[in-house]
């Protein structure tokens, strides 16, 4: 069983630029493995060439949760550590003690899952990294779950307070601002965790959860790292400025 011990992801992972194919960014994926498939077929993602780089909230809502290391060992695959992550991570501690009417529905998928098989599964999410670096031609892009602490990006490798790593998981204060500042030294900053009928860019900040994980109510939306060209994967028309905050 994973315990208090077990190593914890870096607070970031680099990656060189890519010179043989294309680096795509997308945000919660909630489960909805089979969906994100889809979506990626639909704008000609070609795994042997291509990377694939997500904002984090790999699991959880979703039937196939369960999948995640499957996803997590594909070579082109890599995501950084979200807040539903961290929710994991915490009921695989607490399991021992925890009665199923404690259980949040999110993580119904986990209740009669064997320990040995949530332990392997805890223990992967908890080494995801907090932030993730991709270089690209126009300069590095970075890709933080929630929200950002601070308008300079070599804050990333700086010491984290524990207030500031919680900020990167749950907040959203960065998007409530009227005129948020632009976040210097990094080309582009990546967000998922707010759920937007549409992506929006604010400054050189992208939020880009546009509810892929909702069935037919929301749909993917993916970043070319490149060109930072917004694309939208298949799924309903939707009007909603903001769905919701999870």
């Keep these: 069983m994973i315990t208090a011990g077990n ?4 607070q970031i992972l680099r990656f060189d630029r890519n010179l043989h194919g294309r680096d795509f ?8 493995f089979s969906a994100l498939q ?10 042997a060439t291509d990377r694939l780089f997500c904002a984090g909230d790999l699991v959880d809502r979703g039937s196939g949760s369960h999948l995640v290391i499957d996803w997590l060992d594909k070579p082109w695959f890599f995501s950084t550590r979200g ?13 021992p003690h925890a009665r ?10 986990l209740l009669d899952m ?10 992967r999410l908890q080494a995801l990294p907090l932030a993730i670096e991709v270089e690209t031609s126009g300069g590095p892009v970075g890709l933080v779950h929630g929200d950002f602490p601070g308008d300079d990006w070599r804050v990333i490798d700086m010491p984290l307070t524990e207030d500031e790593i919680e900020g990167c998981l749950w907040s959203t204060r960065r998007f409530a601002q009227t005129s948020p500042a632009l976040v210097r030294n990094v080309r582009a900053l ?9 992506a929006q860019q604010r400054g050189n ?3 880009i959860d546009t509810g892929g994980w909702m069935g037919g109510e929301g749909h993917f939306t993916f970043v070319d790292l490149a060109s930072l060209e917004l694309i939208r994967g298949p799924g309903p028309n939707a009007s909603a400025e903001s769905r919701r905050n999870r």
């Design 190 to 198: 990546i967000h998922g965790h707010l759920t937007l009928a549409v």
């Design 7 to 10: 190593k914890v992801g870096p």
């Design 38 to 47: 889809t979506a990626l077929n639909s704008i000609g993602f070609t795994p």
């Design 83 to 95: 807040n539903h992550e961290e929710l994991v991570c915490e009921y695989a501690l607490m399991r």
């Design 25 to 32: 960014a997308v945000g919660d994926i909630h489960g909805c």
């Design 114 to 123: 064997p320990d040995r098989e949530l332990s392997c599964i805890a223990q």
């Design 100 to 109: 199923p009417k404690q259980l949040h529905p999110d993580h119904a998928w």
């Design 205 to 207: 900040v992208f939020y």
